[in-house]
């Protein structure tokens, strides 16, 4: 099989980073501990659109699975635990269910776990890059019978007497099924709004509508290795680059994007831990 320039020099560069540090078992480290080394990263955002009814109100939001390029169930079971743990009311995932090969033999790998998950509200998700180019339409049927809904260009609307909190999503943009348009038509205009959004660099496209309080995201993986020292992240993909970890402030929108909780081929982390990102979301004081 054939590799392109830039996946061939991605790895070589990544070949690089592992020989370097490789004296002190550093690819063991890479390829063994630190992609199952899951951190929880608990952050509380003020949202100025938020009704107090849903002051507290805890989103719990993973990403990038990528079960079948060193995910494996086990390893997906014991996330879904560290989520529960964090009494969601909500639970987002942000696409890429799977990366490459015959998703039917990755549905129950993926079934299994997730349908486990517990939220007192909703447990939402989008569809990323990787989804579409295996089996899009397989990936929301695993989707659908793990429990979760899909907010592709949809909105859900989550209820506290007269108070609302909208959570919204758009399909993926880097295969050209955003549709931020729709998703606008069926906002109400009162409430917050939350979008999910695969690829971090669409809040660019989503921010100047100034409807949406808080953009979350994956795609990125933070890189998944960073260079020491410079601490930045040795090769990131296409619309993962403006944003490629943690939060920002795009305008009046906060961006987040998780580091995702898998991986990509080759299947290593390096200064750049798996995360779970907790959002408690509070109303403005």
């Not at 830039?6 to 592992?18: E, N, T, W």
């Not at 180019?133 to 909105?155: H, K, Y």
């Not at 949406?212 to 601490?231: A, E, T, Y």
């Not at 009046?252 to 909780?261: A, K």
Request: aromatic share 8%; net charge negative; proline share 6%.
């Amino acid at each position: 099989m054939s590799i392109s320039r830039r996946r061939f020099l991605k790895i070589s560069a990544l070949s690089a980073v592992a020989t370097t540090i490789s004296g002190v078992g550093g690819f063991a480290y890479m390829h063994e501990v630190e992609p199952d080394w899951v951190e929880v990263v608990r952050l509380t955002l003020t949202l100025p659109r938020l009704d107090a009814a849903f002051d507290g109100y805890r989103l719990v939001q993973f990403s990038d699975i990528h079960m079948g390029t060193g995910m494996t169930p086990d390893r997906l079971e014991r996330i879904v635990q560290m989520v529960n743990a964090e009494a969601p009311d909500a639970v987002a995932i942000t696409g890429d269910f799977v990366t490459v090969g015959d998703v039917d033999l990755l549905a129950k790998p993926l079934v299994d776990p997730l349908s486990q998950l517990v939220a007192v509200d909703a447990k939402v998700t989008v569809l990323g890059n990787h989804d579409y180019w295996t089996d899009a339409d397989r990936v929301r049927q695993i989707a659908r019978e793990s429990g979760l809904t899909e907010l592709g260009n949809r909105v859900l609307t989550l209820r506290r007497g007269e108070a609302q909190l909208h959570l919204a999503g758009v399909d993926d943009y880097w295969e050209g099924h955003a549709r931020l348009d729709d998703v606008l038509a069926q906002l109400p205009d009162e409430g917050a709004a939350v979008l999910l959004a695969h690829e971090p660099d669409y809040a660019d496209v989503s921010a100047p509508s100034g409807r949406f309080d808080l953009q979350i995201s994956g795609h990125s993986h933070g890189g998944q290795v960073r260079l020491p020292l410079l601490n930045r992240p040795l090769v990131l993909p296409r619309y993962g680059r403006n944003y490629p970890a943690g939060q920002y402030q795009v305008g009046s929108m906060i961006q987040y994007t998780n580091r995702g909780v898998g991986t990509i081929a080759p299947v290593v982390r390096f200064n750049c831990r798996p995360e779970i990102t907790v959002f408690t979301l509070r109303t403005p004081q």
